[in-house]
């Protein structure tokens, strides 16, 4: 399996409190990795420290290194980076626009595409990959506040695919989702292993274990446990692990 | 309550300066008192047409808006989005400030500063000048322009910020195609108030526009606005005499521009808001 981030000595600091506490692991491609634990325990931090979110966080600070095949991540520019690392936030944020600038925003920005035909190609495309063309196709002129909580986040899964990211971040997605909302977000995230390489973090233990192929448990900032998600939560080989998944604390 | 109160106070206005210049509408004709070229109250046969007051009003108007509405986004957008913490702080505080200064004392500056200066440096005869009058009125304007655009920007929800971001926008993307188009009703009130400020302004425009009711044909010459001509007449004229009236008759014509100026901002508004 290719490493596709490696993680070196990573410490991160809000207010010079430690976070994250010298984490050491990799990604590898094409695979779903899990972050489950409790709250507070940075999982947020971690994905924004991937694909540096917290550069404009005055009170944040950070040592380590990541890599992004091979390349260091801290030396590129962050649109770049941004570009082959996108991020869903726990909470649906679509733009204040139309569903269709919603998805050509970014690749317009970054240069990507700029003929209509091409344009209406890609939203269908995109669309389609979140199993939400069908619902708005209609009315893909229509702002994108309009539509309803799941189809939001759909939405920005969809945003973040035309600009055709290699890693994609999931910051508990379907938290504020009902069931059925949560069920297609998983069943396009499940879609999405075949081309991209994806971060799963999530509070809800079922979830994970539904879904990814390793799984990695974050406790007050330090990695506990990592590993292939089945043996993970049948046989955990750490005390703390064991306590987490079968709910008796956190 | 408060709405019905302000609709019955517009509707007495409007009545009472309707009522004020009937009979000289009536007399003198209202299609020859708007495109009447020349304002001559005072002579013999008098001679009411205001065309040269309100194209005044208009250029004076037109020039301050072209110099306050991008210096006015522009400071707004620095304030709120670029500039660090203390020194926006400082900013909205000389920007409130700014406001505070009576009409009357930005009039008298640009009267003693402005002028000479204008004079001197397109070598016109007098500074006396629609430019003039126009810079002073953008002056006066773009602190109510500035505080509500901020605001409006400053309230744009940081999330919108960060979604734009995470995709991969730059920093200045962000502000153009996001921020701006969000705040874009607040923005667009605050053009409008700073309009309503321009268009009933009047002590300061008197002092340095040279107030000739001529009608301009470039920037650099002396106008006069309708707004000048009220407040410079009223006191001569006799209660109730044709030249008392037709002031009235300006006021009217004044008060229906302003009103179809803020029907026209409140459309947009509710448009965008849609
Ligand atoms: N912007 C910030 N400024 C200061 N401290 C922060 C900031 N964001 C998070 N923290 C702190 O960092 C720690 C880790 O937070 P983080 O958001 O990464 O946790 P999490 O694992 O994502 O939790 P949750 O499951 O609740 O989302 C917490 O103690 C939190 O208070
Ligand atoms: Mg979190």
Known sequence: MVEKIIVENLNCYYNKNCILDSLNFSILKNEILNIIGPANSGKTTFLRTLNRMNDYNTYYSRNGNIYLDKLNIFNMSVEKLRRRIGMLFAMPIPLPMSIYENIVFAPKCLGLIFEKSKQDYIVECVLKAVFLWNEVKDRLNKSAMEISGGQQQRLCIARILAINPEIILFDEPCSGLDPISTAKVEETIIELKKKYTIVFVTNNVKQASRIGDRTAFFLMGKIIEINKTEEFFISPKQKKTADYISGRFG | ?274
């Open chain 2, 1 to 274: 309550m408060c709405g019905m109160l302000s609709v019955i106070f517009v509707i007495l206005i409007f009545g009472f300066l309707f009522v004020e210049s009937f009979t000289f509408l009536k007399n003198f004709g209202i299609f020859r008192f708007i495109t009447g070229k020349h304002w001559f109250p005072a002579s013999n046969p008098p001679s009411f047409g205001i065309l040269p007051l309100i194209i005044g009003s208009i250029l004076i108007t037109f020039g301050a808006c072209i110099i306050a509405i991008p210096i006015s986004i522009m400071s707004a957008l620095f304030i709120s989005e670029i500039a660090p913490e203390n020194l926006r702080d400082f900013l909205k505080f000389l920007i409130e400030l700014m406001a505070a200064i009576p009409s009357v004392i930005i009039g008298f500056i640009g009267m003693i500063i402005l002028v000479p200066f204008i004079k001197k440096t397109f070598n016109l005869s007098t500074g006396l000048t629609a430019f003039s009058g126009s810079i002073v009125l953008a002056f006066m304007s773009m602190p109510t322009m500035i505080s509500i655009s901020e605001d409006a920007i400053h309230s744009v929800p940081w999330k919108y910020k960060e979604g734009a971001i995470a995709l991969g926008a730059t920093k200045w993307q962000t502000i153009r195609k996001v921020v701006l188009k969000a705040a874009m009703p607040g923005i667009i009130a605050a053009i409008m108030l700073g309009i309503g400020r321009i268009i009933g302004e009047t002590m300061a425009v008197m002092m340095v526009t040279g107030n000739a009711s001529n009608i301009p044909k470039t920037i650099f010459v002396p106008v006069r606005t309708m707004t000048a001509t009220i407040a410079a007449e009223m006191g001569e004229t006799v209660r109730g005499s044709m030249h008392y009236r037709s002031l009235f008759a300006i006021g009217l014509i004044l008060f229906l521009i302003t009103f179809i100026i803020n029907l026209i901002a409140d459309l947009f508004l509710r448009k965008i808001r849609r």
